[in-house]
């Protein structure tokens, strides 16, 4: 048997980290198995879908790399077909015509919270006579769902899983306008498309019950389910926007990796023994349903923020500074070839303090600044009128350094402060805020090699406070 999964999002929102996470397994699964990944963009509510969110979905898959095989699938663009399954379950006496108003179906709601049941249709026209039908109500098609005994499932990651057939109530498959429902179109899409195994949150558990009931009035094989846990916050509730659930391109903005987030969101439920640092081509060789866990995950941003620091401390300095820079031009500001350089030579000392590409950039952003550059509040400080008047005595020092090495621009900070009977932070402090303008950045030496030497001493004769 050939693998097939799919990833199925409705176009009405934003590409939550949830959804990615769901993508990425079946994205893993299909590829551990040399077998096919397929996008269906399940479009039907035509109300709430978008063409921005359908965009979104597509845009966040390629960023985080997860190429699908064949075609996107349109949902809507199967409805006829979808239909005309509704119609042959009709045909087969697996399905009836319900004409029930929306005031009898209110009743019976109120009359089954009354009573204390569940709200749900109680079969009505399943076994009446069309013949009495009320003219002025265009009757929806409802299946017939067996009325005891039991219906079970083996899932994977949940076990096998029944429940009493009394609980199952004849849903819609087809409305009153002839439109299929959600129900019914999963199940003849995933039929369509060859759909092995269907992994998706747990949240659809009830669903699956009751598609079994479609799956077998038409006597097609049923596919293999592996129901994953949903990801909840740190304090075990509901995901949501306080938690940092937001949509993978907020993600994307805010400077993490696609690499990172990948790792991140497949240790979010998934595990192998201890190992948290795991490549692509690792997750496509090792990763199983059945190491997937049966409890909620929770989301920490933190920990994603650390993981990605990782990732950005692995990356080359060429491909960082290539990264830095494309953030800053985004914002109009040009950064040429030698500026570039100068961000590639200076990389080393702080790509390793950056938890995001973002927090890289706004460290880098002294390289790129010209004489006099800007100071922040704490910068300001430090240079009063007695700071700027010492770095103004000290350019003259400096000046006539000619090998312009970190060994050697310490050498002669220190015989300067030696010289001057001056604390070595004295100096270093209010240049380190001259040349960067930052309270915090590389180590000095390093930062005025990378500078070099025209620019430091320019930054030291034009100090902007």
């Known amino acids: 048997m050939k693998v097939v999964t799919r990833f199925a999002p409705s176009p009405t929102g934003f ?21 096919l990944f397929k996008l269906r963009i399940e479009d039907t509510d035509v109300k709430r879908s978008t063409n921005d969110a359908k965009k979104a979905i597509i845009d966040g898959l390629k960023w985080i790399d997860l190429n699908w095989d064949d075609e996107v699938v349109y949902q809507s663009k199967k409805i006829q077909r979808h239909v005309e399954i509704g119609k042959k379950l009709l045909d087969m006496g697996h399905a009836y015509k319900c004409y029930c108003s929306p005031e009898e179906l209110t009743e019976m709601r109120e009359l089954a919270k009354k009573e204390k049941r569940a709200p749900k249709y109680n079969g009505k026209w399943r076994n009446a006579d069309v013949s009495e039908a009320p003219k002025d109500i265009n009757p929806v098609i409802r299946i017939k769902c ?24 004849d849903f819609i498959i087809l409305r009153s306008d002839n439109t299929p429902t959600y129900m019914l179109s999963v199940v003849v899409d995933d039929y369509d ?11 659809h558990l009830t669903n699956t019950m009751r598609q079994k009931q479609i799956y077998t009035s038409l006597s097609w094989d049923l596919p293999i389910y592996a129901h994953i846990p949903l990801i909840h916050g740190m304090d075990g ?23 990172s987030m990948l790792n991140y969101l497949l240790r979010l439920g998934w595990s192998h023994g201890d190992k948290e640092i795991i490549s692509r081509e690792e997750a496509i060789k090792l990763f199983n349903l059945e190491s997937i866990g049966r409890s909620s995950a929770k989301f920490d941003i933190d920990r994603l923020s650390s993981l990605n620091a990782i990732y950005i401390n692995q990356k080359s300095n060429n491909e960082l500074a290539l990264i830095v820079k494309d953030i800053f031009q985004k914002k109009d500001v040009v950064v040429n070839d030698k500026k570039l350089l100068l961000l590639k030579n200076g990389m080393n000392g702080l790509k390793t303090r950056a938890r995001t590409l973002n927090e890289l950039a706004e ?17 300001k400080k430090v240079l009063n009128s007695d700071t700027i008047k010492l770095l103004k005595n000290y350019h003259e020092h400096l000046s006539k350094l000619e090998i312009w090495k970190q060994n050697n621009i310490e050498e002669n900070i220190k015989l300067f402060c030696e010289a001057n009977n001056l604390n070595l932070g004295k100096l270093a402090q209010p240049l380190r805020a ?3 303008g930052k309270s915090v950045s590389p180590g000095l030496y390093e930062l005025m090699e990378v500078l070099g030497k025209m620019e430091t001493l320019s930054r030291l004769i034009k100090i902007n406070n």
């Open 15 to 35: 590409l939550h980290i949830g959804g990615v996470r769901t993508a990425l397994f079946n994205w893993l699964f299909a590829k551990h198995h040399d077998g």
């Open 146 to 169: 067996p009325q005891s005994g039991t219906t079970e499932i083996n899932d994977i990651v949940q076990g096998k899983i029944t429940i009493n057939n009394s609980e199952l109530d």
């Open 193 to 203: 498309m060859d759909i092995t195994h269907v992994i998706r949150g747990d949240d």
């Open 237 to 259: 509730g509901k995901l949501s926007k306080r938690h940092g659930a937001l949509g993978v391109d907020a993600y994307s903005a805010m400077g993490y990796l696609p690499e």
């Open 363 to 379: 460290m880098c952003s002294f390289y790129l600044e010209e004489a006099p550059i800007s100071l922040d509040e704490k910068s």
């Open 434 to 436: 001259a040349t960067t």
